[in-house]
């Protein structure tokens, strides 16, 4: 697919030689876009690109995107200021978590799980599930990875645009394209169109913070700090209005909890590349009497899970950085 926010200058005959470009906040929030959409790309035989397919794939390619943030892998990413974008890192084993359950949900409709009752409410139908786990994932993603894009790429204009982050206000032809992409109709009412939140404010403030301090043991918590803002607005901003709040959506995580507890899986975040392990150490188990659908009661658990993450990556850090390498390698994973 080509650029679709380039520039045109004259040409001359000095070799080497630049021409300089003054891009204003919609261009350059319309380039955070096409990085957004381009890494759950692949390319055609007529060099255009179309979204992945699979759920799952989108989900882990998206993990991976995560990680590389927090590696400091991404173009504009330096390592010297490795851990800033600390939500990063939990949000990769968070992603890989939706990977984990959509192939799960794969494998019931391929009748290779116990199915439902024929009696069973058309909202609690596995597709019902896909949808809404494929649509949260794919739209958070299309909103945080743009603002950590930015910001790595530059910084010294980040707070100058940060209020203007708008779809309606992206160049003409991503604009175009962002009117094409799946769930877009109901998504964009719902999550304001991309702008900014005083959450997202909060948490690039401590990234700052973050890399302003030079004493390494008063880092750590400016980092758990950090984390729970994105992941405040992450849930509270995006997911709560986007999926949580859908009554198709909310009824199944309800009916979990009630009679399909025989065929879902315990809801954990397992700090590995692995979807699953028995090592306690490695993951957070919700409570049984966690309501994912309240926000309230979702956020008391994602805060405890925050703090083990947190203590997992303080005293083992060479080995959740090893597994965040790991996802950081599916960041071409293949359609399905």
């Known amino acids: 697919m080509p650029d679709l926010t380039t520039f045109t200058a004259v040409t001359n005959l000095t070799p080497n030689s630049c021409v300089e470009m003054n891009c204003g906040c919609s261009t350059v929030w319309s380039l955070a876009q096409q990085f957004s959409y381009l890494r759950l790309s692949v390319l055609t035989d007529d060099l255009k690109a179309e979204l992945v397919k699979d759920y799952a794939v989108r989900a882990r390619r998206i993990a991976a995107t995560y990680a590389r943030f927090y590696l400091e892998q991404e173009d504009g990413g330096d390592p010297a200021k490795k851990g800033r974008f600390y939500w990063m890192a939990i949000g990769a084993f968070a992603s890989k978590t939706v990977a984990c359950t959509l192939e799960l949900l794969r494998i019931q409709a391929m009748g290779l799980a116990p199915k439902l009752p024929h009696a069973t409410p058309v909202y609690l139908n596995p597709r019902t599930v896909k949808e809404g786990l494929g649509k949260g994932n794919f739209w958070l993603f299309q909103d945080i990875s743009g603002w950590h894009w930015y910001y790595s790429k530059y910084s010294s204009s980040f707070d100058m645009c940060l209020e203007s982050r708008d779809t309606e206000d992206y160049v003409k032809p991503v604009q175009a394209q962002v009117a094409k992409l799946p769930w877009k109709a109901e998504a964009l009412p719902k999550i304001k169109n991309l702008k900014v939140s005083k959450e997202i404010k909060t948490g690039f403030a401590l990234v700052k913070k973050f890399e302003d301090e030079d004493d390494a043991k008063k880092r750590p918590p400016i980092q758990l700090k950090h984390l729970l803002a994105i992941a405040d607005h992450e849930q509270g901003v995006i997911l709560q209005p986007l999926i949580y709040d ?76 090893a597994e965040l390498r790991i996802m950081a390698g599916w960041v071409d994973m293949p359609d399905k």
């Open 246 to 321: 859908d009554p198709k959506f909310a009824g199944w995580v309800q009916a979990q909890r009630g009679f399909l507890s025989w065929i879902s899986p315990s809801l954990e975040l397992v700090f590995s590349s692995a979807c699953s392990t028995d090592d306690q150490e490695l993951k957070s188990v919700a409570p049984e009497d966690m309501q994912l659908e309240n926000f309230e009661s979702r956020m008391k658990w994602i805060g405890k899970a925050a703090e083990k993450f947190h203590d997992r990556m303080r005293r083992h850090p060479a080995q959740m950085e």
